[in-house]
Structures are given as structure tokens and as C-alpha cells.
């Protein structure tokens, strides 16, 4: 059974930077694309990025496209997002999860979730 960790949220300052990192195990595959989404307090969750197998195919919601990169480093199942030039929109629990292909409806699996604040 594939589980997804995420780690790396915490409280920022405006303008700040945070690096989420989302580590997959019990893998039967090396063929998976990943992606992160976000929920906010009273609002329905939506895609922040997502990447898929190859790492050369990277997708981003438009209100994080330039601030926000997601990257993977395959030898360890791991994908990161650094978040750069935060807002306070940008808060919310960031959860991470895998699919065969950015885009597919059938997720094979979600992580717990991480909580990025970023407030004064």
C-alpha cells in the first residue's frame, strides 16, 4: 500500500520561503506523478502543482505559478515544493498525493497533510 509523508510546513512571515517535502513508500511502481494541493479554512481543496514521472512535465495553479517550484528526486520517492514570496492566501493544510499521471481522477493515495501559516 503506497503512503505519503509530508513534512516541512510550519509559520511564516509575508515574503517568506518554506520547502514541503512529500515522501512516498510502499511503491510498486517507479511510474507515478505527484502533486500538491491545498485547503483553507471554508474552502473547497484545489491544485497547487503537480509533476509527473519524468520530472520534465511540471504543472501550476496560476496563483502560484512563479513563486512556487516543485521538484523530485527520484532515488528517494520524494517531491519537494518550495514556496517562495508567500502570502497570506497561501495559507492552508498542504496535502501531497500520487497518481499514474498529473491530471488522472483515480488517486492511488493522500498524505496526512502539512499546515503552512504565513502571517505577520
Known amino acids: 500500500q503506497v503512503q505519503l509523508v509530508e513534512s516541512g510546513g510550519g509559520l511564516v512571515q509575508p515574503g517568506g520561503s518554506l520547502r514541503l517535502s512529500c515522501a512516498a513508500s510502499?511503491?510498486?511502481?517507479?511510474?507515478?506523478?505527484i502533486g500538491w494541493f491545498r485547503q483553507a479554512p471554508g474552502k473547497e481543496r484545489e491544485g497547487v502543482a503537480c509533476?509527473?514521472?519524468?520530472?520534465?512535465?511540471?504543472y501550476y495553479a496560476d496563483s502560484v505559478k512563479g513563486r512556487f517550484t516543485i521538484s523530485r528526486e527520484n532515488a528517494k520517492n520524494t517531491v519537494y515544493l518550495q514556496l517562495n514570496s508567500l502570502k497570506p492566501d497561501d495559507t492552508a493544510v498542504y496535502y501531497c498525493?500520487?497518481?499514474?499521471?498529473?491530471?488522472?481522477?483515480?488517486?492511488w493515495g493522500w498524505g496526512q497533510g502539512t499546515q503552512v501559516t504565513v502571517s505577520s
Open positions: 498525493a500520487i497518481a499514474s499521471v498529473c491530471g488522472s481522477p483515480e488517486i
Open positions: 510502499g511503491l510498486t511502481s517507479d511510474y507515478y506523478a
Open positions: 509533476i509527473n514521472n519524468s520530472g520534465g512535465s511540471t
